[in-house]
């Protein structure tokens, strides 16, 4: 085991106009699961490929450890990777495809059938051994694919969105198994994925990224609980927070002719034009008397304990959908209108310009 270090890590493809990763400064530390997440195109799965020694570094480093691989061969930086599509070799049974890397590696006969029955029985793959993989589901796959990773014993594991082709279930019971598997190995795990729900489940810690620029390194809850700018601010949480334009004025974020209270913290350093984000379990229904912001219900998402709310204000400056999250057993209906409320306390307050936080 080992930690992880991106020192200045560049790469820019030839042809192109700007570095898909421009200089990405990242430590992760000894057994730790880190997950890097963001949109489409955002560098992390070029990020993961540089650590893998799978794409060139222009300029800076990368160590695993006290050891610079930066311009170390593959093979040789004791890692172990998880691929997207599985690459299982058709031909080849279960137990063979976990333990061809170890027979390319020269280990004799007997260690390497003790360290794939070894992983076989951590993955629930005892009975499959002798299998072909077309016999397995998607996520039997996979956990072979993980098998052929774990019998390596390497250093660093480094994952490529490997439960994006499994289906929705089996997506929740593979994220599950992948990070308890992790927590019972404790190697240092460096996980790629662009689904958000994902990375809050599965990591200790979350990076994440966009235009190849590292915005925020956090735990799961401190990316939700304070983001640090307005991407990470609407791309963190499921259904996303609502971001809502407002310009300030009294310590106050005005929104039409509805004024949000906002937390001191923010009140002292906002001015002009800011955007206020509230989470949608932060909203609190309350009656037309009382003020509240009016959001016409579109759509109801019932989710049993419970339920999503989908609607329009109509007010100057909030967005074209607000979401608010209420009881399971609460009768909103579609067509009516709520009027909704928050805490100071619950209010994101962001510089529209920036994007940065003003909020503490």
Known sequence: MATVTFEKAQRWYPGSDSPAVPGL????????????????GCGKSTSLRMLAGLEEVNSGRILIGDRDVTHTPPKDRDI?????????????????????????????????????????????????????????????RQRVAMGRAIVRN????????????????????????IAKLQADLGVTTVYVTHDQVEAMTMGDRVAVMKEGVLQQVDTPLGLYDRP??????????SPQMNLMEAHAKDGKAQIGDYLVPVDPTASRTMQGNITVGVRPEAWRVVSESEGGLPVRVTVVEELGSDAFVYGTSGVEGTPN????????????????????????????????????????
């Open 154 to 177: 390497p250093q660093v594991f480094c994952m490529d969105e490997p439960l994006s082709n499994l289906d929705a279930k089996m997506r929740v019971q593979t994220r599950t198994d």
């Open 321 to 360: 959908n607000i979401i608010v999250r209420v009881h399971g057993r609460d009768t909103v209906h579609k067509g009516e209108t709520i009027h909704v409320t928050t805490d100071p306390k619950s209010v994101h307050v962001f510089d529209t310009d920036t994007g940065a936080r003003l909020s503490d």
């Open 228 to 237: 640090v700018n307005l991407f990470v601010a609407g791309f963190i949480g």
């Open 25 to 40: 400064d990242l430590e992760i530390k000894d057994g730790e699961f880190m997950v890097l997440v963001g949109p489409s």
């Open 80 to 140: 172990a990777m998880v691929f997207q599509n599985y690459a299982l070799y058709p031909h080849m049974t279960v137990a063979d495809n976990m333990a061809f890397a170890l027979k390319m590696a020269k280990v004799d006969a007997a260690e390497r059938q003790k360290r794939v029955e070894e992983a076989a029985k951590i993955l629930g793959l005892t009975e499959y051994l002798e299998r072909k993989p077309k016999a397995l589901s998607g996520g039997q």
